[in-house]
């Protein structure tokens, strides 16, 4: 294994593309080959991501360098198989896919082998092994963790959830509900109960014992804030809460970004990291389950670099040793 692993990044102009450049700017086993963008080839990426402008003198490119060691692709959704289905990809490069373009089973071949699913809480021994990563969406990130552990231990039936999210959420791309004059001291639900991250939800809690297809009523929220999620879920079980503590507890000991809290948690306490944190309460057979992430971190591009750590057999939080915001 080479010290150095060049990586390029295809969509390096917006959001999650912006993250992945902050963060493997830093990172000690990363040399940054090429940051695409067909919108800003040939301007410096500080242009772009202002607060960069003397962090690097990388340019935008027009041309993607295929022979690096591994590819993000932070592409819109739907345009990560075309970009591949043009490009002559050699055996030994890595693909880490940031859309949902290879997320479900049934959509996950390519180049004769198959996407993992890079839930590292999930399936880390998979993504160790794997030559393509699919990287889960923000939601369902926050939504799997906080449920996970129940999977396979009781019939997950009738789970009740509501989500907030920061409208980085949205993309880059300007539209009418990401304005800030709407966004701003306001709140409004979208996609009721026909969120596009249900399927894989679903996918990943089935593979892990649970009986959930179809039972997962999901409302999405809009926030008025820039960055973050915040989840909470209801699930029926006799489970007292000390006894789900323990199980929760247990079932991250190893995992080094998902911590059980047993005080209140926030946003503000992940803004920032690759961390999700989970805080538990009851009342009666409900079990209430609140998750809170970065969606832009552990919902997007910390959770792939936490991916590519892995793939490549490097300490898991590598160059995500990141500051939360606090305030």
Not at 247 to 274: D, R, W
């Amino acid at each position: 294994m080479s010290t150095t692993t060049n990586i390029g990044i295809i969509g390096a102009a917006g959001y999650t593309g912006g993250e992945l450049l902050r963060i493997l700017l830093r990172h000690p086993r990363v040399h940054i080959a090429f940051a695409h963008s067909r919108s800003s080839a040939g301007q410096p990426v500080y242009s772009i991501h202002e607060d960069l402008l003397g962090e690097t003198s990388l340019h935008f490119s027009d041309t993607i360098d295929t022979g690096v060691d591994v590819i993000f692709l932070c592409t819109g959704h739907g345009e990560s198989k075309k970009i591949l289905a043009d490009l002559n990809i050699p055996a030994h490069t890595r693909i880490i896919d940031l859309s949902q373009d290879f997320r479900l089973q049934a959509q996950a071949a390519f180049n004769g082998k198959n996407f993992v699913y890079g839930l590292p809480e999930f399936q880390k021994a998979a993504i160790q092994q794997a030559q393509y990563i699919a990287n889960p969406g923000c939601f369902a990130t926050a939504i799997q963790l906080a449920l996970l552990p129940l999977a396979g231990q009781i019939a997950l039936q009738n789970v009740h959830l509501t989500g907030i999210t920061g409208a980085t959420g949205a993309g880059q791309k300007l539209q009418s509900t990401s304005h800030f004059p709407w966004r701003s001291n306001n709140i409004s639900a979208y996609k009721s109960l026909a969120h596009q991250h249900i399927a894989e939800i679903t996918e990943t809690l089935t593979s892990g014992g649970a009986k959930a297809e179809g039972e997962l009523h999901f409302i999405p929220w809009r926030g008025d804030f820039a960055r973050g999620i915040f989840v909470t879920a209801v699930v029926n079980t006799s489970l007292t809460l000390a006894e789900a503590m323990a199980l929760y507890q247990s079932f991250y000991a190893e995992h080094p970004f998902t911590h059980v809290s047993e005080g209140t948690i926030s946003m503000k306490q992940v803004a920032n990291t690759n961390k999700c944190l989970l805080q538990l309460e009851q009342e009666g057979n409900h079990l209430v389950i609140h998750a809170a992430i970065d969606n832009l971190l552990k919902g997007a591009s910390g959770q792939a670099v936490q991916n590519l750590n892995l793939m490549m057999g490097w300490p898991e939080d590598l160059g995500l040793q990141l500051k939360p915001l606090a305030f």
